[in-house]
């Protein structure tokens, strides 16, 4: 089954209890978390995810998008998120493998993100050790962006490993989300889709939850 990640990056911050609780049909919540340092942005941090969980039973899908992940990676765990993704530019692979063993050591989901410049051979020193792997087909640090379709090759590409060697493990998708291209990213081999605007900015968000789920 398609899952689906609606990002609360295009939710209304002023409102964001009754915001999550729109997407209630949602299999996960995404949190971005930006410091400003490794994106040209900041958004938020351990207080809000912390306020947040006692809103929703969805797992929180927690993706940060900081320098040195590590240092961070067992407080949102504490602080209420179920899984936890680290970019691999963000660290050395000896402290990402760490940060791995500290999540899993509190009970909670591990992965690993590549930005669009990233080949998908940067996931093999992780990809028997997350039980997520995230491609991003956008620049993170913005919501908003147009899909980058060159990206769909590292998807199959991602996929025919993750087959091979830990087929457990869940492929995200996360930029440029939408009704016109889910499907590609499907095709390719992606199971869990994350959209901000596309479900945030539609009339009837539980149908647009159902129509990028297929």
Do not use: W
Request: hydrophobic letters at 45%.
């Amino acid at each position: 089954m398609i899952k689906i990640s609606p990002s609360i990056l295009s939710a209304d911050f002023a409102n964001l209890e009754r915001d999550i609780r729109k997407i209630s049909t949602a299999d996960y919540v995404h949190v971005d978390v930006m410091d400003g340092v490794f994106v040209p942005n900041i958004s938020i941090g351990l207080p809000v995810v912390k306020a947040i969980r006692p809103v929703t039973q969805q797992p929180l899908d927690v993706h940060l998008m900081i320098v040195e992940p590590g240092r961070y990676a067992g407080r949102f765990c504490d602080a209420g998120a179920d899984i936890v993704t680290m970019h691999v530019e963000a660290d050395t692979e000896e402290n990402l493998l760490a940060a791995i063993e500290v999540i899993h050591a509190k009970g909670k989901r591990a992965g690993v993100v590549l930005k669009p410049a990233t080949p998908a051979s940067a996931v093999l020193p992780y990809l028997e050790r997350v039980e997520l792997i995230l491609v991003m087909t956008v620049e993170p640090g913005f919501g908003g962006q147009s899909f980058m379709a060159g990206q769909l090759d590292k998807i199959r590409a991602i996929r025919a490993l993750i087959e091979e060697r830990n087929p457990a493990c869940e492929l995200e998708v996360d930029g440029g989300i939408g009704p016109d291209t889910c499907r590609a990213c499907v095709d390719a081999g992606a199971n869990v889709l994350v959209a901000g605007s596309a479900v945030y900015g539609a009339e009837d968000i539980p149908a647009r939850i159902q129509l990028l789920r297929g």
